[in-house]
T-cell receptor, first 114, second 109 residues
Framework: IAGITQAPTSQILAAGRRMTLRCTQD?????MYWYRQDLGLGLRLIHY???????GKGEVPDGYSVSRANTDDFPLTLASAVPSQTSVYFC?????????????FGPGTRLTVL | GQNIDQPTEMTATEGAIVQINCTYQ??????LFWYQQHAGEAPTFLSY??LDGLEEKGRFSSFLSRSKGYSYLLLKELQMKDSASYLC??????????WGAGTKLIIKP
């Protein structure tokens, strides 16, 4: 693989269920990010990680958790999904961490919570 | 608060030139990015400005004025494949990107 992959591509989920969105990059980038994109709004940062073993909260972290056990993987977990979490979720990565750098995006996961 | 403003939608004709504006108010400034996003796809990087002036890259150019909190993306010789949303993003004082809602560009033959 080259770049960033995300799984699943799309998912319909019942409210209250737990869900993990997967993200893997093979570029050895230091920083990784999770965004959600909703119609009429800009991309909003949920969580980020500047290096393996560290994570940080973005603009809209409530209801989401992340982990960064290694450089390549950055899963996003919804502990108990709610309808307001219906969105398109993008994972991104950048080579540099702790400074502004070009971010490269995965193909996205379209999540519907009913 | 932090704010990025872009027009919601623009229409242009194939072969013409279009300018997409972006104004920003952020806590600090650490560069400005333009991304292209086709419907149903991921954003892809187009350009980066950190100093005032014009950056040219083929048919696309991006301009920045830090004193005015203003940037534009100029697309020349428009092609049908340029129909997409164009996203403006600014690096803030924490080096996080603040994103505009995007400008949907419709190209007509």
């Amino acid at each position: 693989i080259a770049g960033i992959t995300q799984a699943p591509t799309s998912q319909i989920l019942a409210a209250g269920r737990r869900m993990t969105l997967r993200c893997t990059q093979d570029m050895r980038h230091n920083a990784m990010y999770w965004y959600r994109q909703d119609l009429g709004l800009g991309l909003r940062l949920i969580h980020y990680s500047n290096t393996a073993g560290t994570t940080g909260k973005g603009e809209v972290p409530d209801g989401y958790s992340v982990s960064r056990a290694n450089t390549d993987d950055f899963p996003l977990t919804l502990a108990s999904a709610v309808p307001s979490q219906t969105s398109v979720y993008f994972c991104a990565s950048s080579r540099l961490a702790g400074e502004t750098d070009t971010q490269y995006f995965g193909p996205g996961t379209r999540l519907t919570v009913l | 608060g932090q704010n990025i403003d872009q027009p919601t939608e623009m229409t242009a004709t194939e072969g013409a030139i279009v300018q997409i504006n972006c104004t920003y108010q952020t806590s600090g400034f650490n560069g400005l990015f333009w991304y292209q996003q086709h419907a149903g796809e991921a954003p892809t990087f187009l350009s980066y400005n950190v100093l005032d002036g014009l950056e040219e890259k083929g048919r696309f150019s991006s301009f920045l004025s830090r004193s005015k909190g203003y940037s534009y993306l100029l697309l020349k010789e428009l092609q049908m494949k340029d129909s997409a949303s164009y996203l403006c993003a600014v690096g803030d004082s924490n080096y996080q990107l603040i994103w505009g809602a995007g400008t949907k560009l419709i190209i007509k033959p």
